[in-house]
Structure formats: C-alpha cells, structure tokens
C-alpha cells in the first residue's frame, strides 16, 4: 500500500457519538502521521472536490469532538445509485482520491454507506486506483447486520429510557386530577430497537411505560384501547411509547392517519399525535403526548458509556484496517457476554453488512406485543450502561466545539451533482 | 405556637426539584424533631384526610428525594374557590388539621397556592386554631411575583437551552441535504420565561436559536416567515423556538389554527405543529418539529445546580419560619448580583405575591421581538449553572425513588369532593 492521505466521510442521519469516531479517526491516524481530510457535508463534498483539512485543527479541538453531537463536518441524504446508473459519480469520486493522493477511505454510515463503500472498492480496483476503503459502522436505529450493535443506538436508547422514566413520574405524580395518558413517539420507520429501549424503563411490573407500539407488530385499535382503558383502572395512569413506524393491519402508516387543517392541507404530525388524538376521543381521558425527534438522537449530555466507548473502537479500528491494506471491510462490535458485559471490535467484510437490515427479533417482543421480554432486556441493558457527559462551561451548556473546517485548495475543475 | 405536626403539601404541575424541597422540608423538620405529614395528591388528600407519614422513610430515601423529579406524594390541579364560595372546604382543612394536631401548613407551589394558603390562614385565625401557614415557591413558568426566579424554572431552562443546542449541531449537519428548519414547542402559556431561556444556546450571532416566538408579542405570519428565509438564505438552515402561548394579532392563540382530523375532530398538538405545517407550505422547505412536553419539566437528569441549591434552600427556610411562627409568607430568593451570582433566602408576604403574574420585561425582548437582549441573558445565565446529576444506577437508569407513602389512619368521616 502506497503512503498517502485518509479521507473521512460522514453519511446518513448523525448521532449523539458519530463525532466521537471522527475523534478517534483523526487521533488514530494523527499517531500514524497519517494527514486525514474529510469530506464537507459527507459523499456531496467529495463529489464535489469540497475537503476540510483536519490537520488544521487543534489536539484540544478533536479531544472536544469525542463529545460533541451531530455530524462536525456535515453529513448528507445522498445515495449513490448501481455502478451503471452512476458510474460517472464513481469515477470522479476516484478522481478526486487521486487528485489528492488520498489512498484510504473512511465512510461512517449505516446500511446504504456499507453498499457505496463496495462500489467505490470495486470501481477503485477497475481504474487500477490502490484504495483501502472501509466502513465505519453508525446509526440510531441499530438495524446493521452482523455487528451486535450500531454505535449511536445505545445513546438514543439511553436518552429514551431516561425520558420515559422521568416524563412517567410527572404524570404519576398529576393523575390524580390531570393527565391520564401519555405519549412518546420515537424513531424507528422500520425496525422497533428504539421504541424497545424505552422498555428499559420499565423496573417492576406496571411501572411505565405499560404500552409499547412496535412497527413490528400491526396496530390493532380496539385492543390497544382496551390496554390503555385497563392501565387507567389499574395503576391510575398510563404511558404510551408509539414507533413512527407503526402500521395498519392494511400495512400504512399510522402517521398516514389523514389529518387535515382548515385549510384542507395534510397535517405534519405522526404516530404520536394520532395515538394521542385516538385516546383522547375513544376513551375521554386527558392526554399529552410528546415528540422529541432530533432532541433524541442529538442528546450528548445523555450519551452512554458503552455507546461512546464503542464509537470511538470502530473509529480508531477502521484506521488500523485501513492502514494495514484492508478493502471493502467494517470494523463491527462483537458481544462477549451479557453479564458482565465484555465485548470485542471483529472485522466484517462489506457484502456481508450491506442492504441489509437487522429487525427485532420475534424472541425480543412479548406475546401480546405491548412490552419487551428478558431476552431484549439482557440484550439492551449493557447498552445503556454508562454515562459519559461532557464538559460544561461556566454558563451552564455543554462545551461542544466548532471546527475551523478549512477548505483544502481544489485541484481539478468543477463538478455538477 | 404549640407544638404539633407539620403537613406538606404539592400543588398544580411538578417540576424537576420539587421533591428536592419536599426534602429539605422533611429533611430540616427532622432535625427539629418535628414530624412531618404530606398531603397525598395535594389539597385534595388534605380534603379527604388522606395523609402519608413520611417518619416511615428511611433517611436514605429522602436523600434520594433531592434528586428525584415529579411529585413523591402527588400534586393535583384543584383550585378552591373564595371563602364564600367554598367555605365547607376551608373549615374541613381545618378539621383534618386540628383532628392530626398539624400546626404548620407549608403548600409548595404557585400564585393560585400562594392565594390558597392566605385564605386557609385566614379561616384558621377565624376558626381560632393556631396554624402557620408558609408557601414554599414553586413553578416551571417562573411566573411568580417578589421572588427572582422560581425553584423549578432554572431546570426547564437548561434543559431546554441544552436541547436546542444538541439539536442544532445536528440539524446544521445535515441542512445541505434534509431538514431546513427546526421548529421546538416549550412551555409557557402566558409568559415567555422558557421560550426566552432557549435564546441562552446562542453563544454568537446566526448560532441557533434564530427565531424566538414569545407569547408576549403578537404574532406577525409575514414578517416571522420572511426571517425564516432570510435565516436559512444566510446560514443555511433555521432553528425556530415557538411558546404554546403565541397568539395572533386578534388574541387567538396560534395553537388553535383549527386543525381537524379526517374525520372533522378537532387536532391535538399546537403552537409547533402550526408554525412546521406554515414554514413548509408557505417557504417549501424540509421542516422537522420537536415538542418535549412533559420531558422539559421532569428532566432531572439535566437539573440546574442553581435550581437545585434554590428548591433545598427555600424548602429548609420554610420549615424555620413555620416553626418561628410565621403566617402567611414565604420564602424567596434574593439576587445580590449577576456577577458573580450571589443570592440569599428572604421572607415575603403572600399578599404580595398571591394571583400576580410576573411577565417576561419588555426590555429582555430584542427590538424585532425574536431574541433575548444582554440584560435578559445576564438574569437568565446564572439560572442554568451548574450540573447536579442524580447518581446512576448500574442499568445505566437515574437511581430516582419511590417512597412507601405510607398512610396516616384517617379519625373524621368521609369527606366527599
């Protein structure tokens, strides 16, 4: 393997720790007086020949990357197509590696970043360009195949966990005389790990959240009513933890409900809303309901130990594969033992990770389909083990840092994506 | 005074350190070797003498109280009325008081508990039963009158000014290609204290929030959706904080847009959803919406330190009044100076704070009506420092308790409310 530059790319919806593997890529290869660039706003700025120039920034700078949420250098919704539909996207994406002499390439994606990363390999070897690329394994919705767990899911799951068992103690606290049902909508368009994670709340039997809606599980309405009105009677109270992805028996959306406003324009909104909005109507009980959306998987200050730990593994891994003449592989997390929790970083080769998706197994969902059995619990607990806050300033936030992102001179024309 | 019990009591919504002033009550009563009862579910358990003996808890568990969020012994939304009007109320608090021998009557809450406590004095001086009544402060919406700020208030401001910034850092990574805007939904209905408390994210000029729409200044739709385009021409995406009590120019809350489902129901949701649904049909830009609900006010796993420092403090010195046989005040909290913060307990008259409201001053409004100005950012900024995170377990969970809540053998007849 010649000598030459690393490029790091962000891909996909970023997570509460992707930063933390950019931390460990650029301190890794740094050891290696390696010089890493990274691609502005991920697979867009390469195309683009639009580099950031990492050497520029400070020790110090990349020790407050490790704990800094979203994607430090952009990340991006763009997916490069087969070979033959945008063979000219792969080819001047090998023209920028060359153009700089970049001879390895980290692409810290999910599922579809795997498949880019095989293509750009495969054309690599075709144009007789040497390239080391390798994936960086990241997502929120846990749904990688082959690693036993995706770095940024342990984090969200902490923070929905959290969230579940405080908002839960406020309504407890209120039911009295005021709301009776809550609801939490969290992510998961196709796979149920987040919403499984707010089970992790769950200590004792009827403590919350006493329903959980699964994508997994198609929606039955008068059962899931039924629950909800028997929860009430029962312990006074009920929280609702409701996937963005839950279905209709008929296979749409919940979100797809057809809410309009006055003006007859289809609402924003979701499967939180209709759930909220079905409580309230059906069964005359008051209902809050919450969104957080990108508070969830933004939530530094509630990262996990475990989480951050395994961020940083895969980051400071894929440099060593790369650098050690590794193709078309992804550093992935293998699980030792539940307990205590012990795990390794194993290498997987790409075909076997990419265009796959990892569901929730059926042993992981109870029989009624409204809560998580001890199996899922003993899977997902060592995920959330941990804390690893960052730094707070004297005014009271986290101390999260801005990059310098200086450009790299461009060296070949403009390119039109 | 005679000696004699003590009765707690929580009223209307919790916050994330109540309970830390629920323990310093009992805590501080325990050194005076005072006993000490709470209301179960507030007024309403003192109505219907359904009382819980905290004596039964370890002293373990109330240190467990300091940090956990909501109300250990149930707050409620139960307003009594004039004297005249529920006069029956008033003597039969006095009956259950005088049937247990409680001598002190501290009520933890807001103007309307402020207004309560008063009119229960004033029957029990009628009644000639000797009772020091003290209210301990209390609210998220900080809307309370004499005091510098609220115990409570100072949480959901870091909170919520941690959250915009975690969400913007990811936002900004992923503009070039996804969402443009980024709308948050925070509490307060008619004061703009939390709205106001998002602006503390913005460290420099275009960091996020870049729009703050305050209860307090009517809304203008063509001007507030030109700011957004500007905002998002300039930097490339837009973080948009909106108050549940926006209004139109004509009085109407925003939230009441009139939304209907398909099947003509009236939409749940409010200020968040309306502002997303606006931007994205008026500006055609990717929108995505959060609204923390109930997580902005129970996140005690992201508590102030100020805050915390406040709920004990005010919770201790209103044990020591009532037991220096006060009537009818309350403590709270003094600011010495902005820089370095300093405050101190002091003692006012509930008269002076009973059914006022403070409102967000005019000066603490940029001219434009979207930001907060310096003067606002020196009062707010102390309010959010410092962290005091609870203790974790080994589940990666917040170690939060739950309290036996045993109770109290009733003596007097049922009491329907």
Not at 30 to 40: D, F
Not at 331 to 356: F, G, H, Q
Not at 380 to 388: H, S, W
Request: hydrophobic share 40%; proline share 4%; glycine share 8%.
């Amino acid at each position: 393997m010649a000598s030459g530059k690393l490029l790091y790319a962000q891909s996909g919806g970023v997570t509460a720790v992707i930063n933390t593997s950019a931390a460990a890529v650029i301190d890794t290869a740094r050891r290696h007086k390696v010089k890493v660039y990274a691609a502005r706003n991920g697979i867009i700025g390469a195309l683009r020949e639009d580099l950031i120039d990492t050497s520029r920034e400070s020790a110090s700078a990349i020790r407050a990357l490790a704990h800094t949420p979203g994607g430090a250098f952009g990340s991006c919704r763009f997916k490069l197509k087969s070979l033959d539909a945008d063979r000219a996207h792969y080819e001047r994406l090998i023209d920028v590696l060359r153009a700089h002499d970049i001879r390895y390439l980290l692409y810290n994606g999910g599922n579809d970043s795997a498949d880019t990363s095989l293509k750009i390999a495969q054309v690599s070897r075709e144009l007789g360009y040497e390239l080391a690329c390798i994936g960086v394994p990241k997502t929120v919705d846990n749904d990688l195949a082959v690693t036993d767990c995706c770095p940024g899911f342990g984090s969200v799951a902490k923070y929905t966990a959290v969230s579940v068992l405080e908002a839960s103690l406020d309504v407890a606290s209120m039911a009295q005389s005021s709301t009776k049902v809550f609801v939490m909508e969290v992510m998961g368009r196709h796979a149920g790990w987040i919403a499984a994670a707010a089970g992790l709340a769950q200590r004792h039997p009827d403590d919350a959240p006493h329903v959980i809606l699964f994508p997994e599980r198609p929606f039955d309405q008068a059962d899931f009513l039924a629950r909800v009105k028997a929860t009430v009677a029962r312990v006074g109270w009920c929280t609702v933890v409701v996937s963005e992805g839950v279905k209709h028996p008929d296979g749409r959306f919940l979100a797809e409900a057809g809410s309009r406003d006055s003006f007859g324009h289809a609402q924003l909104g979701g499967a939180g809303a209709t759930i909220a909005e079905m409580v309230k109507r059906e069964l005359k009980l008051k209902v809050h309901w919450a969104l957080p959306d990108y508070l969830q998987r933004s939530a530094r200050h509630i990262a996990s130990k475990t989480d951050h730990e395994h961020a940083w593994a895969v980051g400071a891994r894929a440099v060593e594969l790369a650098l050690d003449g590794h193709v078309g592989r992804m550093p992935v997390i293998k699980r030792l033992s539940d307990a205590p929790y012990r795990w390794k970083i194993e290498v997987a080769d790409l075909t076997k990770v990419a265009n796959r998706e990892k569901m929730l197994p059926k042993s992981y969902l109870t029989r009624d389909g409204y809560g998580i059995t001890a199996a899922c619990r003993r899977y997902l607990e060592p995920l959330i083990r941990g804390e690893a806050p960052p730094p707070f300033a004297g005014d009271g936030l986290p101390t999260y840092v801005t990059l310098k992102n200086a450009a790299v001179a461009r060296k070949l024309p403009d390119y039109a994506i």
